[in-house]
């Protein structure tokens, strides 16, 4: 009886194997989301010397664009926020 079970379970794995590897991989986001000019974008970045905490920064695109950052280029990976 416990072979029997193991081939099923063997069996259903084995089907289910072709099944996750055709899964399309998510598309990550375009850019930062649209919003009014006033509007800030908060941003995670990298912590100061000696500390493990996240530092999340909020600037307006101008800011952004002031310090050398391209918000639609860093939004999909340290997005967090926009405050309107």
Avoid: H, N
Avoid at 7 to 24: D, E, K, T
Avoid at 27 to 41: E, K, N, Q, S, V
Avoid at 58 to 79: S, Y
Wanted: charged share 20%; glycine share 8%.
């Amino acid at each position: 009886m416990a072979c029997k079970q193991f081939v099923v379970a063997l069996g259903m794995i084995v089907a289910a194997s072709p099944l996750a590897a055709a899964q399309p991989q998510p598309t990550p986001w375009g850019g930062a989301p649209a919003a009014p000019a006033d509007a800030r974008y908060c941003l995670r970045v990298a912590p100061i010397t000696g500390s493990r905490l996240e530092t999340v920064a909020c600037e307006t695109r101008d800011g952004w664009a002031q310090l050398e950052v391209d918000v639609d280029k860093e939004w999909a990976e340290e997005g967090v926020r926009v405050i309107a």
